[in-house]
């Protein structure tokens, strides 16, 4: 299968990883002194934490992308459920698309599950991706 490696330098892991597990549903897949990785099947994700306390962030933010409203709905009933907090945007024009999405705070920024459906004419912006 393949899959998304994306890899972060967290300033506290332990919160790290509290926050990743509640919002992909699943627990770390290999846990070392200053290290943790997630293997994610759905989204497909390689998810590596690297502890690195001086370490700057310079994202924007992350997101998925799904194939439907339901799906977006799916994610953020989920969320929500684990108990982190859930901004939606339905019909938001972003990126030169219409979109439906849910955005979450994460301690490295906002994550984003997001539907594209239709393309738009212009860019515009979603309230939580143009900072």
């Not at 994306?6 to 992909?24: C, E, T």
């Not at 934490?49 to 977006?72: D, I, M, W, Y």
């Not at 979450?104 to 939580?128: N, R």
Request: one cysteine or more; proline letters at 6%.
């Amino acid at each position: 299968m393949a899959r998304v490696q994306l890899a972060l330098n967290v300033a506290d892991l332990d919160g790290a990883v509290d926050f990743y597990s509640k919002l992909f549903g699943v627990e770390p897949n290999k846990r070392k002194p200053g290290y943790a990785n997630f293997a994610v099947a759905d989204p497909p994700l390689k998810l590596v934490l690297f502890e690195a306390p001086e370490g700057s962030e310079r994202l924007n933010h992350l997101g998925v992308e799904v194939a439907t409203t339901e799906e977006v709905k799916k994610a953020a009933q989920r969320i929500s459920d684990a108990g982190l907090a859930t901004v939606g945007e339905d019909g938001t024009t972003c990126c030169y698309a219409v979109q439906d999405k849910v955005w979450v705070e994460g301690p490295h920024g906002p994550w984003e599950w997001y539907t594209v459906l239709e393309d738009a004419a212009s860019m515009s912006c979603s309230p939580k991706s143009c900072n």
